[in-house]
T-cell receptor
Framework: GENVEQHPSTLSVQEGDSAVIKCTYS??????FPWYKQELGKRPQLIID?????GEKKDQRIAVTLNKTAKHFSLHITETQPEDSAVYFC??????????FGTGTSLTVIP | DVKVTQSSRYLVKRTGEKVFLECVQD?????MFWYRQDPGLGLRLIYF???????EKGDIPEGYSVSREKKERFSLILESASTNQTSMYLC?????????FGQGTRLTVV
C-alpha cells in the first residue's frame, strides 16, 4: 500500500513569516493530493488539493507544489496569521476509496 | 451543506464493554471510513466500506469490526473495549475526491 511521510511534526513561525510542510509518498500511481486543516476541537477540512497533472496550485495565501518524479509535495503558507495555527495533514490517493494520510504537522503562529 | 455526523462527541466506557460508534452521511457517498487519531500518529485507518455490506480492513483493524447495512450509515464496533482503545475516532465519507469528516468521538475506556 501507499506510505505517506510528513515533516516536520511541529512548526512554530512568527506572524507574517512563511511556513512550509513537506510530504513524500511511495506509490507512483497516486494521483490526488489533498491537504486538510484541523483546528483545535474541530474536524479536518480540505483547504487545497492538487492532481498529478498539475505542478502547482495557489489559493490566496496557500499554495501546493507537486514533484511527481521525486514523489513529494509541499504546502506553503505565506504571511502567516494566528488563525493559521492548526494541525495540517497531507494525503495521497489513487482511488476515492483509498486515502493515505501523513502523521500531521502542528503549526503554531506566534503573534 | 455537506454533513457527516457522528452520534456522540464524548463517550466513557468500561473495559470489556461492547461499544458502538455511529456515523451518518447525507451526501449519498459510496465510500465511508473510520480513522483513529492519536498524538504523533496522525490518522490511522481502521476499516473502510465502498458499498452497502462491503468492508475492507485498514491498517489497524484488530479489536474492531464494522457494519454497513444502509448506504448512509457506517458503524464501528469495539467488541470488548480495552484501555488502549482510548482515542479520538473520526468517520469520513468520499464521493469522487474530497473526504468529508465527522466531528469526532472522544472515547475513554476506563
Amino acid at each position: 500500500g501507499e506510505n505517506v511521510e510528513q515533516h516536520p511534526s511541529t512548526l512554530s513561525v512568527q506572524e507574517g513569516d512563511s511556513a512550509v510542510i513537506k510530504c513524500t509518498y511511495s506509490d507512483s500511481a497516486s494521483n490526488y493530493f489533498p491537504w486538510y486543516k484541523q483546528e483545535l476541537g474541530k474536524r479536518p477540512q480540505l483547504i487545497i488539493d492538487i492532481r498529478s497533472n498539475v505542478g502547482e496550485k495557489k489559493d490566496q495565501r496557500i499554495a501546493v507544489t507537486l514533484n511527481k518524479t521525486a514523489k513529494h509535495f509541499s504546502l506553503h503558507i505565506t504571511e502567516t496569521q494566528p488563525e493559521d495555527s492548526a494541525v495540517y495533514f497531507c494525503a495521497a490517493s489513487k482511488r476515492s476509496n483509498q486515502f493515505y494520510f501523513g502523521t500531521g504537522t502542528s503549526l503554531t503562529v506566534i503573534p | 451543506d455537506v454533513k457527516v455526523t457522528q452520534s456522540s462527541r464524548y463517550l466513557v466506557k468500561r473495559t470489556g464493554e461492547k461499544v458502538f460508534l455511529e456515523c451518518v452521511q447525507d451526501m449519498d457517498h459510496e465510500n465511508m471510513f473510520w480513522y483513529r487519531q492519536d498524538p504523533g500518529l496522525g490518522l490511522r485507518l481502521i476499516y473502510f466500506s465502498y458499498d452497502v455490506k462491503m468492508k475492507e480492513k485498514g491498517d489497524i483493524p484488530e479489536g474492531y469490526s464494522v457494519s454497513r447495512e444502509k448506504k448512509e450509515r457506517f458503524s464501528l464496533i469495539l467488541e470488548s473495549a480495552s484501555t488502549n482503545q482510548t482515542s479520538m475516532y473520526l468517520c469520513a465519507s468520499t464521493g469522487f475526491t474530497e473526504a468529508f469528516f465527522g466531528q469526532g468521538t472522544r472515547l475513554t475506556v476506563v
